[in-house]
């Protein structure tokens, strides 16, 4: 008992000598300010006030006036502007948002700063200000969810960084793949936060880990793939329950409530949602957000329920929440305008609940949130037809279908068929690889065999050694021509069975399918024939990644033109091109080979160059064909991996252009880009 006491007292005492401290160092620099502001006033010299205004912002403490703050910080970063002091306009613009960031009602001055700071951008001869300065504007515009923006910001960010700033590069891929899940980027979200991942477990920071572990699980759930996600976010809740850290628990909960309503489990939903609730809502250190959006999914289940009464208290705790924390937040809009919907819609006062589900769909859309946009056209069609507008209640439908068959195409179909043809692509590869040595070991055993007969010619015969030299010279030979024309024939029976593989797909199991929709269509099952409209476009797509049939309806330059297009469109890298005419200079099987060419280039660049745009240039002199392919990406040594075995792509490129009768040149630097060129003769 005394030794309790004793303690208590000592570490009482402690406490009270460090805050004692503390406030006496905030009191002696807020004295340098006021110290310091006199002088800056009457000062006329530029340079001088410069000076002044530099030392009273490296001063200022967390306790000085607010408003003053900010006033001394919009001077400074004037004055830094008229001096041209770049750097230093760009430390305190960062400065200056970090501050602006605590009010949610200064978004708006927040990205207007930024937005001045980046056009000062050139000036700042420091990279990872520089980079900085790109976070804290895609930040700006990741609050104001302007996420196209905001991703076009994080990569600029990550561009900036070296390698001395992998806690700012992985917050810029970790940022970004949040802003790529807002916009329904689900590949891209999801190679983002797997590189991010592996920059945060070698920093060892296991906070941002399992940011981005609660990230994948929310990619999971998009995919319907709710038993992983829910295993992630299992492990992720207690584990911040046992650190004391309600606000991730909370949010980590509140996501697996909204995959259980996604598999119609609303009764699990709504356990969850009462968990929370129950725990952090009078908790004033929770964050408002989380609150806020508890409240308003319990209002929305209530409403389901026919519950007025408790949908009006769960929407008027999450108003009040609004009215006090939260009044200009973002994110919380849409949902708050979600639930006052359903409000109206209880109350059956439809004509108010009418014109706000049209301004949901709109403020969705510009938001570009696919969960919202999704909410958005199904609330406004129930509406609408409760409403008596029955077009506008089919016209919603039909966006809301159309909207979910894109992403479902876009992101499953599509990426199905990409991996499926990547695989077999590199099935044939390997293959290749195997018959390429297996002739270089007979080739090497053959050099070998040379060798010995010559050292015993020597010393038998003269005549017998020029004999047996020229005897087996001409073997050489005649191997190397067998081995460049194996190498010939197994690409074209590569691409002869890709070729048949994918008719076979098409007319045999796509015929079938059309017959099986018919007959369906006959019989008005709509929603099966749905199901094989899907199947028959991922049988199409499958058909199309095995063999370009677009070479014969639009010709070689065509068919490149299109793929480079979809590449454009389909991934984060941006494609320019100038190609020539050359449809008439090749036969079809030569057409293949260019195609494949571009084809394969492009898969090395996508897998390994990590490039952001890709300049390419189809040129056509009087006995020639040139085509550059260049990157910006980080390059490589080319002889490392051409001789590496597990370079299978570089082989490939060089047999498809030897086959073509050309020449293969690559020029590439480390962190610098590389340029394939591919010389043929016509």
Same mark, same amino acid.
């Given at each position: 008992?005394?030794?309790?006491?004793l303690?208590?007292?000592?570490?009482?005492?402690?406490?009270?000598?460090?805050?004692?401290?503390? %406030?006496?160092?905030?009191?002696?620099?807020?004295?340098?300010?006021?110290?310091?502001?006199?002088?800056?006033?009457?000062?006329?010299?530029?340079?001088?006030?410069?000076?002044?205004?530099?030392?009273?912002?490296?001063?200022?403490?967390?306790?000085?006036?607010?408003?003053?703050?900010?006033?001394?910080?919009?001077?400074?970063?004037?004055?830094?502007?008229?001096?041209?002091?770049?750097?230093?306009?760009?430390k305190?613009?960062i400065?200056?948002?970090?501050?602006?960031?605590?009010?949610?009602?200064?978004?708006?001055?927040?990205?207007?700063?930024?937005?001045?700071?980046?056009?000062?951008?050139?000036?700042?001869?420091?990279?990872?200000?520089?980079g900085?300065?790109?976070l804290?504007?895609?930040?700006?515009?990741?609050?104001?969810?302007?996420?196209?923006?905001?991703?076009e910001?994080?990569?600029?960010?990550?561009?900036?960084?070296?390698?001395?700033?992998?806690?700012?590069?992985?917050?810029?891929?970790?940022?970004?793949?949040?802003?790529?899940?807002?916009?329904?980027?689900?590949?891209?979200?999801?190679?983002?936060?797997?590189?991010?991942?592996?920059?945060?477990?070698?920093?060892?920071?296991?906070?941002y880990?399992?940011?981005?572990?609660?990230?994948?699980?929310?990619?999971?759930?998009?995919y319907?793939i709710?038993?992983?996600?829910?295993?992630?976010?299992i492990?992720?809740?207690?584990?911040?329950?046992?650190?004391?850290?309600?606000?991730?628990?909370a949010i980590?909960?509140?996501?697996? %409530?909204?995959?259980?309503?996604?598999?119609?489990?609303?009764?699990?939903?709504?356990?969850?949602?009462?968990?929370?609730?129950?725990?952090?809502?009078?908790?004033?250190?929770?964050?408002?957000?989380?609150?806020?959006?508890?409240?308003?999914?319990l209002?929305?289940?209530?409403?389901?329920?026919?519950d007025?009464?408790?949908q009006?208290?769960?929407?008027?705790e999450?108003?009040?929440?609004?009215?006090?924390?939260?009044?200009?937040?973002s994110?919380?809009?849409l949902?708050? $305008?979600?639930?006052?919907?359903?409000?109206?819609?209880?109350?059956?006062?439809?004509?108010?609940?009418?014109?706000?589900?049209?301004?949901?769909t709109?403020?969705?859309?510009?938001?570009?949130n696919?969960?919202?946009?999704?909410?958005?056209? $199904?609330?406004?069609?129930?509406?609408?037809?409760?409403?008596?507008?029955?077009?506008?209640?089919?016209?919603?439908?039909?966006?809301?279908?159309?909207?979910?068959? %894109?992403?479902?195409?876009?992101?499953?179909?599509?990426?199905?068929?990409?991996?499926?043809?990547?695989?077999e692509?590199?099935?044939?590869?390997?293959?290749?690889l195997?018959?390429?040595?297996?002739?270089?070991e007979?080739?090497?055993?053959?050099? =070998?065999?040379?060798?010995?007969?010559?050292?015993?010619?020597?010393?038998?015969?003269?005549?017998?050694?020029?004999?047996?030299?020229?005897?087996? $010279?001409?073997?050489?030979?005649?191997?190397?021509?067998?081995?460049?024309?194996?190498?010939?024939?197994?690409?074209? %029976?590569?691409?002869?069975?890709?070729?048949r593989?994918?008719?076979?797909l098409?007319?045999?199991?796509?015929?079938?399918?059309?017959?099986?929709?018919?007959?369906?269509?006959?019989?008005?099952?709509?929603?099966?024939?749905?199901?094989?409209?899907?199947?028959?476009?991922e049988?199409?797509?499958?058909?199309?990644?095995?063999?370009?049939?677009?070479?014969?309806?639009?010709?070689?330059?065509?068919?490149?033109q299109?793929?480079?297009?979809?590449?454009?469109?389909?991934?984060a890298?941006?494609?320019?091109?100038?190609?020539?005419?050359?449809?008439?200079?090749?036969?079809?099987?030569?057409?293949?080979?260019?195609?494949?060419?571009?084809?394969?280039?492009?898969?090395?660049?996508?897998?390994?160059?990590?490039?952001?745009?890709?300049?390419?240039? $189809?040129t056509?002199?009087? =006995?020639?064909?040139?085509?550059?392919?260049?990157?910006?990406?980080?390059?490589?040594?080319?002889?490392?991996?051409?001789?590496?075995?597990?370079?299978?792509?570089?082989?490939?490129?060089?047999?498809?252009?030897?086959?073509?009768?050309g020449?293969?040149?690559?020029?590439?630097?480390?962190?610098?880009?590389?340029?394939?060129?591919?010389?043929?003769?016509?």
């Amino acid at each position: 008992m005394i030794t309790t006491s004793l303690k208590s007292n000592t570490i009482f005492t402690a406490i009270f000598c460090i805050k004692l401290l503390y %406030s006496t160092l905030s009191i002696a620099q807020n004295q340098i300010v006021d110290s310091l502001i006199p002088a800056f006033e009457v000062e006329n010299n530029l340079q001088k006030r410069f000076e002044l205004i530099k030392n009273i912002l490296s001063n200022l403490d967390q306790d000085y006036d607010r408003s003053r703050v900010i006033e001394y910080y919009k001077a400074g970063l004037q004055i830094a502007e008229e001096t041209e002091n770049f750097l230093e306009f760009g430390k305190w613009s960062i400065e200056l948002y970090e501050i602006y960031r605590l009010d949610p009602n200064d978004e708006n001055e927040a990205l207007s700063l930024m937005k001045q700071a980046k056009s000062h951008i050139q000036e700042v001869h420091d990279n990872r200000v520089r980079g900085i300065i790109y976070l804290k504007l895609a930040a700006a515009h990741y609050s104001k969810t302007e996420f196209t923006k905001a991703i076009e910001a994080y990569t600029m960010a990550e561009l900036e960084f070296s390698e001395n700033d992998s806690i700012y590069l992985a917050d810029a891929i970790f940022f970004r793949a949040q802003a790529k899940d807002y916009k329904g980027e689900l590949i891209g979200s999801m190679n983002d936060y797997q590189k991010a991942k592996i920059i945060y477990e070698n920093l060892n920071d296991i906070d941002y880990v399992n940011y981005v572990n609660n990230g994948i699980a929310v990619l999971y759930s998009k995919y319907n793939i709710f038993q992983e996600a829910e295993k992630i976010r299992i492990g992720l809740a207690e584990n911040y329950l046992k650190q004391g850290n309600l606000n991730d628990w909370a949010i980590t909960l509140y996501n697996q %409530s909204r995959d259980y309503v996604k598999q119609n489990k609303q009764e699990d939903s709504f356990a969850a949602l009462k968990k929370v609730h129950g725990k952090i809502n009078n908790d004033s250190t929770i964050d408002p957000d989380i609150r806020t959006i508890v409240n308003l999914s319990l209002s929305n289940y209530y409403s389901q329920k026919n519950d007025k009464e408790m949908q009006t208290k769960h929407f008027e705790e999450a108003q009040l929440l609004v009215k006090n924390q939260l009044e200009s937040s973002s994110f919380i809009r849409l949902p708050l $305008l979600k639930s006052r919907i359903l409000i109206y819609e209880n109350q059956n006062n439809l004509n108010r609940a009418y014109e706000l589900a049209k301004e949901y769909t709109t403020q969705a859309v510009d938001a570009a949130n696919m969960d919202q946009i999704i909410d958005a056209y $199904l609330i406004e069609s129930r509406i609408s037809e409760k409403h008596g507008d029955y077009k506008n209640a089919f016209e919603s439908l039909a966006k809301y279908q159309n909207f979910t068959d %894109s992403l479902f195409q876009a992101n499953q179909a599509n990426t199905f068929s990409y991996f499926q043809t990547l695989y077999e692509t590199e099935k044939k590869e390997r293959d290749l690889l195997l018959k390429t040595q297996e002739l270089a070991e007979i080739k090497a055993k053959t050099i =070998k065999k040379i060798r010995t007969i010559v050292i015993i010619s020597v010393l038998i015969l003269t005549v017998m050694l020029l004999w047996f030299l020229i005897k087996n $010279l001409k073997a050489a030979k005649k191997a190397k021509i067998q081995q460049e024309k194996f190498s010939r024939d197994l690409l074209i %029976s590569q691409e002869n069975e890709r070729k048949r593989i994918s008719k076979d797909l098409h007319d045999g199991l796509g015929q079938s399918l059309l017959l099986i929709k018919n007959k369906i269509i006959l019989n008005q099952d709509n929603s099966t024939s749905t199901l094989l409209d899907n199947a028959i476009e991922e049988l199409r797509g499958i058909s199309r990644s095995l063999h370009p049939f677009q070479l014969e309806e639009l010709g070689v330059s065509g068919a490149i033109q299109n793929l480079l297009n979809q590449i454009d469109e389909e991934t984060a890298i941006f494609v320019s091109s100038e190609i020539d005419n050359i449809d008439n200079l090749f036969d079809k099987d030569q057409q293949l080979h260019i195609y494949r060419i571009v084809q394969e280039s492009f898969n090395n660049i996508i897998k390994h160059a990590k490039a952001s745009a890709v300049r390419v240039m $189809l040129t056509k002199k009087e =006995k020639e064909i040139l085509l550059t392919i260049q990157d910006n990406g980080i390059g490589f040594d080319f002889s490392e991996k051409y001789n590496d075995f597990k370079s299978l792509g570089l082989k490939t490129l060089k047999e498809r252009t030897a086959t073509l009768g050309g020449s293969m040149k690559v020029d590439s630097e480390m962190q610098k880009g590389t340029i394939f060129s591919f010389l043929i003769t016509i």
